[in-house]
C-alpha cells in the first residue's frame, strides 16, 4: 500500500525507464519507424514544440513551432490562460510545418519545487533467478519514501543493482540469486505544480504521453554515452531557472535546479544601462560577453534610453563589466552545486552547457575559469531531417523529449491526409510538473539581489 495521499509514479511518468510501469523496465522498446513523437519544452521565456519522425536510422525532424512563453515564471505555472495559449501556438506551427495532427505531447517538468534524492530497495528474488517481475518489485520498493501528501514521483531512475554481493549489476533479469538491490534516483515534485502543467496542456486537447524531467531530456539531446559513464554535469541555463544534473557510470546521480537564469541578466543590464528590458534583452544576445577580456574596448553600441530620453553611446566593455560578475557568481552558485553533490570529483568528461543562457559569447570561457573543468556548449545531436532548426543549446529541451519518446513505443500523432494542418485532435490527459533539487542553500543569499528582483 501506498501512504495515503501518495501518488503513483505510474500516472506522472507515464512509464519511465525503471518506472515499474508496463513489462518492460529496463529497455525502453524503440518506437516503429513512421511513428511521430512530439516534444513539448514550456520554458519560462519560450514554449517549444518539436515534431520527430521516427525513421530506419533514427528520428527525422520535421517540424519545430515557437512561442513566446507568458505565463510561466521560474519553470512553473502562474498563469493557466496564457500559457495554454502559448502551448497551442507552438503546438499549431509545429502541426503545420510538419503536416500533422499532434494529438500528444511529451512534455517536460521543470521548477525548483523539483527534488532529486538517491533511494534504494532490496527484496528477495521469487524463484532464484531475477525476473522482471522482482526488478518492479524492488524499484517499486525503493521509490516508497516518506513525503509530504502534496509531492508526488516522477522519475524513478534506476542507478545500479545489486544481486547478493555482486554490485554494479546493470541488467539484473535472468541473472541468479537470491536477494536484489536496487538504487535510484527519485525525482519527486510539488502536486499541484503537476496538475496546473497538465491542466495547461490538456486544455490544447492534448494528451502528455510522458512528464520528463527537463535537464533529463536536455541530457539525452547533448550528452554522449561516454560522457556519461566517466562522469560529467549538464547545465541548462534557461531563462527563469538554471538546471543542473550529474552522471556517472551511465546513470544520473545528483540534480539541482537554481531559480536564476539569463532574465536575471537582462534586468541587471536594463539597470545597468537605463534602458528597457526589451531593449536589454536585444542588447545581451547582440553585444554581450560573459568575459571582459574578450571584449574590443574601442567597440560601441547605441542603448535607446526610457521614457523618450535619448540614446547614448557606450562600450561594449562597459555592458561586459555588468555581464561579467553576475555570470562568474551564477558559475559560482553551479560550482558550489557540484561540490554540494560530493561528486566534483568524478567529473571526468567537465560539465556541458545548455540552454538559451549558454549562447551568451564567453560564457564557455568563463565557466572554465571559475568550474576549474573542462567546458562545452551542447547543441542536440543524433537527429535528421530539419537539423538546422534545432542546432542550438536552447533546443537541447525540446530536441531531448523527441529522442526520449523515440525510445519508447507512443504514438502520438497522424500524418494528415493531405499534408496539412487539420485542426488539433481530441484527446485525454495526463499530469505534469517540472524540474527539481535544489538542496544546498548556500548560494542562495549570494543571491539575494537578485531574486529581490522577481519574487
Ligand atoms: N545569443 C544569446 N546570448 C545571450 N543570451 C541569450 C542568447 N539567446 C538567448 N539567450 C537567453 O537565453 C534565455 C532563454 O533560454 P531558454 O530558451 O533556454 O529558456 P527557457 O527554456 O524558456 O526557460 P527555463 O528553462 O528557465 O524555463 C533568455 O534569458 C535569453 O535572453
Ligand atoms: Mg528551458
Avoid at 322 to 331: D, G, K, S, T, Y
Amino acid at each position: 500500500m501506498r501512504p495515503p495521499g501518495e501518488r503513483c509514479v505510474q500516472e506522472f511518468c507515464g512509464g519511465a525507464p525503471g518506472c515499474g510501469k508496463g513489462d518492460d523496465v529496463m529497455e525502453r522498446p524503440s518506437a516503429k519507424p513512421g511513428e511521430i513523437i512530439v516534444g513539448l519544452d514550456i520554458g519560462s521565456t519560450t514554449v517549444r514544440a518539436v515534431v520527430g519522425e521516427i525513421g530506419s536510422d533514427g528520428v527525422d525532424i520535421t517540424g519545430v513551432g515557437e512561442s513566446r512563453s507568458r505565463g510561466m515564471r521560474k519553470g512553473v505555472v502562474v498563469n493557466i490562460e496564457s500559457t495554454q495559449q502559448s502551448i497551442r501556438e507552438a503546438v499549431d506551427k509545429a502541426s503545420m510545418m510538419a503536416g500533422v495532427q499532434i494529438a500528444t505531447v511529451f512534455s517536460g517538468i521543470a521548477g525548483s519545487h523539483l527534488r532529486g534524492v538517491n533511494s534504494h530497495g532490496i527484496v528477495s528474488i521469487a524463484n532464484h533467478e531475477c525476473s522482471r517481475e522482482d526488478v518492479d518489485r524492488v524499484l517499486d520498493q525503493a521509490r516508497r519514501i516518506s513525503m509530504p501528501l502534496d509531492r508526488t514521483v516522477i522519475h524513478v531512475l534506476p542507478q545500479d543493482f545489486v544481486i547478493d554481493q555482486q554490485d554494479g549489476v546493470r541488467e539484473p533479469v535472468g541473472m541468479s540469486g537470491v536477494r536484489i538491490e536496487a538504487r535510484v534516483h527519485l525525482v519527486t515534485a510539488a502536486v499541484s505544480s503537476v496538475q496546473n502543467v497538465t491542466k495547461c496542456i490538456e486544455r490544447c486537447n492534448l494528451h502528455v504521453t510522458e512528464l520528463v524531467l527537463t535537464p533529463l531530456a536536455s541530457a539525452e539531446a547533448v550528452l554522449t554515452d561516454d560522457e556519461k559513464e566517466i562522469g560529467v554535469a549538464l547545465v541548462d541555463i534557461g531563462g527563469g531557472a538554471t538546471d543542473v544534473v550529474i552522471y556517472s557510470e551511465g546513470s544520473l546521480r545528483h540534480t539541482a535546479v537554481l531559480p536564476i537564469g539569463g532574465e536575471n541578466l537582462t534586468n541587471d543590464i536594463a539597470a545597468g544601462l537605463r534602458t528597457p528590458a526589451s531593449e536589454a534583452e536585444r542588447i545581451k544576445v547582440r553585444y554581450g560577453c560573459a568575459m571582459r577580456s574578450m571584449v574590443d574596448p574601442e567597440e560601441t553600441l547605441e542603448v535607446p534610453g526610457v521614457g523618450g530620453r535619448p540614446s547614448r553611446t557606450l562600450s561594449r566593455d562597459y555592458l561586459a563589466s555588468i555581464a561579467e560578475p553576475r555570470m562568474e557568481e551564477l558559475f559560482q552558485c553551479i560550482a558550489q552545486a557540484l561540490h554540494g553533490s560530493g561528486m566534483i570529483d568524478r567529473l571526468n568528461a567537465g560539465v556541458v552547457l545548455c540552454g538559451g543562457g549558454s549562447l551568451l559569447e564567453g560564457s564557455v570561457e568563463l565557466a572554465e575559469q571559475v568550474l576549474q573543468v573542462p567546458v562545452r556548449r551542447g547543441v542536440p545531436t543524433g537527429v535528421g531531417g530539419m537539423v538546422e532548426m534545432v542546432r542550438s543549446p536552447a533546443m537541447a529541451t525540446a530536441v531531448g523529449l523527441v529522442k526520449y519518446g523515440a525510445a519508447r513505443p507512443a504514438r502520438i500523432a497522424t500524418p494528415s491526409t493531405a499534408g496539412t494542418y487539420q485542426g488539433p485532435v481530441k484527446a485525454s490527459a495526463t499530469t505534469d510538473g517540472r524540474a527539481q533539487a535544489a538542496g544546498d542553500a548556500h548560494w542562495w543569499g549570494r543571491f539575494r539581489g537578485w531574486l529581490g528582483e522577481v519574487f
